[in-house]
């Protein structure tokens, strides 16, 4: 409990024990296996604290029991069910989210929705398809193998789609082909009480609609606290015709920043361009087997025609020179280009390979980026002055960075260390006309940031919108808001 308090949680998860202090109304367990079969609801502990957490660091809150609906009927059913009797329901995709967004405060049903995995409507004419929330987005590019098309948003993890949308996720592509957001053309919603609609219409797909309050855009970062997405209809993008990718390094944190910030000044129109602080090099260079200098370090990927690529990688070199970088190599095959990449995406094992048997937490903030330079600089001085191990890597392309922190959860002052410091970049990042979250969402450990962010007047209306849709307050409770 010491750690929870310290860290703003105590209000949220003192409310929960492995036994709820809720318990489902009678016979509730078999109104559920009517809807969807025995074999498809569980209240074994152990499932139930699978489905309490996800990768971040708050305290497990496992359901009361867990569902797995296969057809959307049955999630209409299930949260009927739930809406008659005020049980509260928390959507569960892959569990890889990083704010607690899956854990169940104030107990009730988990919906797993993972084997509602249909891949239906692929229109390649369109550069569109629809998914339901089973489907990850591996899944979904293994299964556009040979259409020309891919879906290029990437978190890192295999995430579900639909998990993707609900989180409002980024990743590594995000400077070119956007975040979930505009890649989302439509989603289909079963609303707290079990009734459907479709976000954009059914069967509709339009690129761009002027028809009235973007219903898409409302859900897309709802982070379960509106209704369970079942079917997201995405955009696709054709594959590029030439890859190349390098690393560059740097003689400074805020030479690496600077570079980044000069190539989309000058239009280069690169693909992906991520920042790796030293420490996170040498974290990422040891846990992958790579011989990297301990030197600040840009990872750019630059995507388009072969006679294209040529031109975007002379001047992409002509300002990583300008900025003191060195070492740029490119690597065009997919084998040393899938090498360089595995090394990025190892970093949250790599950062807690630096103090095993610690725990890990990471934060994430988004600032314009004529204030990037200025942000990663202060950020990194206030890790070294708050003695706390926290390497940085970031999509900086997009004025995105995270710290993974690396801490004992047994020494509460280290702890009290974690909470002040991720209270000051959150603000920081405020202060210079960002947000708090650019890509892991609010969840548990970011709405009193939330409040800073959009003030009173901006919270009171997310409430509205809340009580209009979920007059209960059974939608995943206890987050966002």
Not at 280 to 288: E, H, K, L, N
Not at 346 to 361: D, E, F, I, K, V
Not at 367 to 396: A, F, W, Y
Not at 435 to 456: F, M, N, S, Y
Request: charged share 20%; proline share 6%.
């Amino acid at each position: 409990m010491a750690l929870r308090r310290v860290l703003g949680l105590g209000a949220a998860l003192g409310r929960r024990s492995c036994c709820s202090q809720h318990p489902l109304p009678p016979d509730f367990v078999e109104a559920l296996r009517a809807v969807v079969g025995g074999p498809n609801v569980s209240t074994a502990m152990a499932v139930r604290e699978q489905h309490g957490h996800d990768e971040s660091m708050h305290a497990c809150a496992p359901p009361d029991a867990v569902v797995w609906p296969q057809a959307v009927g049955q999630v209409q059913e299930l949260a009927a069910l739930c809406h008659r009797c005020h049980v509260p329901m928390v959507p569960f995709g892959t569990g890889t989210g990083l704010e607690g967004g899956v854990n169940a405060v104030q107990g009730g049903v988990c919906f797993d929705l993972s084997r509602m995995d249909a891949i239906t409507e692929l229109s390649l004419e369109d550069f569109s398809v629809a998914v339901e929330p089973g489907v990850t987005r591996k899944a979904l590019n293994s299964y556009l193998r040979g259409t020309g098309l891919w879906f290029p948003v990437d978190p890192g993890a295999d995430a579900s789609l639909c998990g993707m949308a609900a989180t409002g996720a980024s990743g590594t592509n995000a400077v070119r082909y956007g975040t979930m957001r505009p890649n989302v053309l439509n989603l289909r919603v079963v609303l707290p009480d079990g009734r459907l609609f479709h976000t954009a219409g059914p069967g509709r797909q339009p690129r761009k609609r002027a028809a009235g309050y973007d219903l898409t855009s409302l859900f897309v970062g709802s982070e379960g606290t509106l209704g369970f997405l079942t079917q997201a209809t995405l955009r696709l993008h054709p594959l590029p015709e030439a890859t190349a990718a390098t690393i560059a390094t740097f003689p400074s944190v805020r030479a690496a920043v600077d570079c980044t910030v000069q190539v989309l000044q000058a239009a280069v129109p690169v693909a992906r361009i991520e920042f790796l602080d030293e420490v996170m090099v040498g974290a990422c260079g040891r846990f992958s087997g790579l011989e990297l200098p301990e030197a600040p370090l840009l990872l750019l990927e630059l995507h388009g025609s072969r006679h294209s690529l040529a031109e975007q990688q002379r001047q992409a070199e002509e300002i990583v020179r300008l900025n003191g970088g060195s070492g740029v190599a490119w690597a065009e095959e997919p084998e040393e280009r899938g090498r360089l990449w595995d090394m990025r995406h190892s970093a949250w094992y790599a950062a807690l390979a630096l103090r095993p048997g610690c725990q890990g937490y990471s934060t994430d903030v988004c600032v314009p980026i004529s204030r990037l330079p200025d942000v990663v600089v202060e950020t990194k001085r206030d890790l070294q002055d708050s003695s706390l191990t926290g390497p940085m890597v970031g999509h900086v392309g997009d004025g995105n960075f995270h710290c993974i922190l690396v801490f004992n959860r047994q020494d509460p002052a280290e702890a009290q260390r974690i909470h002040a410091f991720t209270q000051r970049l959150g603000r920081r990042a405020l202060a210079a006309g960002g947000t708090c979250t650019g890509e892991h969402g609010v969840g548990l450990g970011k709405r009193a940031l939330l409040l800073e962010e959009l003030g009173p007047e901006g919270l009171d209306t997310l409430r509205c919108i809340k009580a209009a849709l979920d007059p209960h307050n059974l939608m995943n409770p206890g987050k966002v808001l």
